[in-house]
C-alpha cells in the first residue's frame, strides 16, 4: 500500500483580550496564535510534532506582537538587527542615518542612533542566524517578510549583488523558516516600493541578481 506522508503547519488562535495596538494607534481586540507542526498522511494532520511559533496578534492590522505586554512589533527588533549587521558587514557601521532610514522605512519604527552602536556590539560573536531563528518564534509571515525586505533592502544600498550577497538574504529567510519563493516575493516587494527611496552608497549599475 502506498502511503503519503508530509508536514503541515496549523494556527489555533484563541481571544486573548483588548489593548491598545502600537500601529492602529487604537484599542484593538487581539487573539492568541500558537503554530503547530503536524506530521501528515496523505494530507490530513494526524499527530503534532512541535509548536513553531506563539505570539499574540492585532485583529484590526493583523501585525504579530510577542505578548500582550510588548510596545513593539515582533518584526522590529530583527529588522533593526539584519539592518545593522548588513551595514556593519559592507564597513558602513557609520552611516547611521542609512542605517536608521532602512530599519524605519520597513519596520515602522523609527531606530534611535543611541541604540544602533549598542545593537552592532551585541551582534560581535553573535551568530545572526540563530538570532533571527530564535526571534522567528514570535513571528507570523508578514513579520518575516519585513525582515527578509530589510535585508535584501540593506545589501542593495551596500553593493551591487552578486551571488554570496543574495546567499546571504537567502540564508536569513531559511533561519526564518519560510521557502525560497517567500524570500523571492519579499525581494520583489522591495523592488515594487522602488527600494523605498533608500539612497544607494554605491553608483547604480545593472545588477546581476
Known amino acids: 500500500m502506498f502511503f503519503?506522508?508530509?508536514?503541515?503547519?496549523?494556527r489555533r488562535m484563541t481571544a486573548a483580550g483588548n489593548r491598545e495596538c502600537a500601529v492602529c494607534r487604537d484599542e484593538r481586540e487581539f487573539v492568541h496564535a500558537l503554530?503547530?507542526?503536524?506530521?501528515?498522511?496523505?494530507?490530513?494532520?494526524?499527530a503534532p510534532l512541535e509548536s513553531v511559533a506563539d505570539y499574540v496578534l492585532c485583529q484590526g492590522c493583523e501585525t504579530a506582537f510577542p505578548d500582550m505586554a510588548s510596545a513593539e512589533?515582533?518584526?522590529?527588533t530583527a529588522v533593526r538587527l539584519v539592518s545593522a549587521y548588513i551595514m556593519t558587514g559592507y564597513g558602513m557601521r557609520h552611516q547611521i542615518r542609512i542605517i536608521q532610514d532602512i530599519a524605519a522605512r520597513v519596520s515602522g519604527f523609527p531606530f534611535p542612533s543611541s541604540d544602533i552602536e549598542r545593537t552592532i556590539i551585541d551582534l560581535e560573536g553573535d551568530d545572526i542566524m540563530k538570532r533571527l531563528s530564535g526571534l522567528a518564534v514570535y513571528m507570523n509571515e508578514s513579520a518575516k517578510l519585513k525582515i527578509i525586505e530589510a535585508a535584501f533592502l540593506a545589501t542593495h544600498v551596500c553593493c551591487e549583488i552578486q551571488y554570496e550577497d543574495r546567499l546571504r538574504v537567502n540564508l536569513m529567510g531559511n533561519a526564518l523558516g519560510v521557502s525560497l519563493q517567500f524570500v523571492e516575493y519579499a525581494v520583489s516587494e522591495v523592488r515594487r516600493q522602488?527600494?523605498?527611496?533608500?539612497?544607494?552608497?554605491?553608483p547604480t549599475q545593472p545588477m546581476a541578481e
Not at 522602488?194 to 554605491?202: A, D, Q
Open 73 to 76: 512589533p515582533s518584526h522590529v
Open 4 to 10: 503519503l506522508f508530509g508536514e503541515r503547519v496549523r
Open 35 to 46: 503554530e503547530t507542526s503536524y506530521f501528515t498522511v496523505f494530507g490530513f494532520p494526524v
Open 194 to 202: 522602488r527600494y523605498y527611496g533608500v539612497p544607494r552608497l554605491l
